[in-house]
T-cell receptor, first 113, second 113 residues
Framework: NAGVTQTPKFQVLKTGQSMTLQCAQD?????MSWYRQDPGMGLRLIHY???????DQGEVPNGYNVSRSTTEDFPLRLLSAAPSQTSVYFC????????????FGPGTRLTVT | QQPVQSPQAVILREGEDAVINCSSS?????VHWYRQKHGEAPVFLMI?????EQKGHEKISASFNEKKQQSSLYLTASQLSYSGTYFC??????????????FGEGTQLTVNP
């Protein structure tokens, strides 16, 4: 089991560029989430999904899109990168049906110049 | 609303005890605790549920006070490996509980020899 994988590990973008952060899990988890982590701010939820084809917004969804066409994959799209989106992005997954532990991926460190 | 953690930082000597508190302005259904070491992903410690049920994997204890809307994490006889930032996350009630967590800003714990 690879668990939760994220690519790339590091990325530098120019303002206005778009890109997709990839997230995949091999544990057949129903729930998947994207968080961003900024210094002193903890983890803030961007978007989440409770199953294939179902997504919803978290606390800070503006500027990001998601889709969930399969159970395994949950990509995060930055539509037009801004310096305010410089952050570390974590993807997480967990079993469905109740509160269970979330498994986090290793993170993507994104810098927007 | 984001739960409030206290203290923001604590420094211990090996073998000392620590308590980290997590308070919410809304009724709690589940409280999730994670530890994150520098440069790494958060790792699950424990879930506490309304009604007293606990789910955990490590020898760390916690309490959940529904009336006070707060949870406390107890770290006893601290070891060097306990160093890191501790986050509490609160989950919403309902069928999809655990899919959407709101995290506090974290408590930085340093254990010195």
């Amino acid at each position: 089991n690879a668990g939760v994988t994220q690519t790339p590990k590091f990325q530098v973008l120019k303002t206005g560029q778009s890109m997709t952060l990839q997230c995949a899990q091999d544990m057949n988890h129903e729930y998947m989430s994207w968080y961003r982590q900024d210094p002193g701010m903890g983890l803030r939820l961007i978007h989440y999904s409770v199953g294939a084809g179902i997504t919803d917004q978290g606390e800070v969804p503006n500027g990001y899109n998601v889709s969930r066409s399969t159970t395994e994959d949950f990509p995060l799209r930055l539509l037009s990168a801004a310096p305010s989106q410089t952050s570390v992005y974590f993807c997480a997954s967990s079993r469905g049906g109740g509160p269970y532990e979330q498994y986090f991926g290793p993170g993507t460190r994104l810098t927007v110049t | 609303q984001q739960p409030v953690q206290s203290p923001q930082a604590v420094i211990l000597r090996e073998g000392e005890d620590a308590v980290i508190n997590c308070s919410s302005s809304k009724a709690l259904y589940s409280v999730h605790w994670y530890r994150q070491k520098h440069g790494e992903a958060p790792v699950f410690l424990m879930i506490l549920l309304k009604g007293g049920e606990q789910k955990g994997h490590e020898k760390i204890s916690a309490s959940f006070n529904e009336k006070k809307q707060q949870s406390s994490l107890y770290l006893t006889a601290s070891q060097l490996s306990y160093s890191g930032t501790y986050f509490c996350g609160t989950g919403d009630p309902g069928r999809t509980s655990g899919s959407r967590l709101t995290f506090g800003e974290g408590t930085q714990l340093t254990v010195n020899p």
